[in-house]
């Protein structure tokens, strides 16, 4: 299994001097799994044309909440670090860090919970304002030991 958060660490240039990342995991944006598989199955144009019609079905977030201000990526890595939280654009090549995306307090994010599945498993934060955001993280990743981490810094 990938020790992202290794990979994150050995990018210490994308940090702050002296941060290190404590956990982090690989995420996808809801749904992107299945639309991944769907594409991929039929293929070519008709692939595409059925995963962007599943796109259109998406549940968006509230205007202005602390979620609609999390980044949509498709895939992305989500790295608790002993300072905060940070989210990277993810190299699809070495599926390490490539850059800073997005940063937030510890504070922001007040909880983590997950509903396992069979391959993937759905994270959903909940931030300070009381939104919240609900993404995709494969079980190869070991979300649970990112949990496990936030509860310590917590």
Do not use: Y
């Amino acid at each position: 299994m990938v020790d992202i958060a290794k990979k994150v660490n050995k990018k210490s240039e994308l940090m702050e001097k002296g941060e290190s990342c404590v956990a982090a995991s690989g995420i996808l944006k809801a749904g992107q799994f299945n639309k991944s598989v769907a594409a991929g199955a039929i293929g070519g144009i008709v692939g595409h044309a059925v995963a962007a019609a599943m796109n259109r079905g998406e549940a968006g977030t509230e205007d202005g909440t602390m979620a609609d201000g999390f980044p949509k990526l498709s895939q992305a890595i989500l790295a608790l670090t002993d300072r905060r939280w940070i989210v990277f654009e993810q190299s699809a090549m070495s599926g390490g860090p490539k850059a800073i995306h997005t940063a937030l307090a510890h504070d922001d994010i007040t909880a983590l919970e997950m509903e396992k599945g069979k391959l993937m498993n759905r994270l959903t934060l909940t931030f300070a304002d009381g939104s919240d955001v609900t993404m995709e993280v494969p079980k190869a990743n070991k979300p649970q030991q990112l949990i496990d981490a936030a509860a310590r810094v917590g």
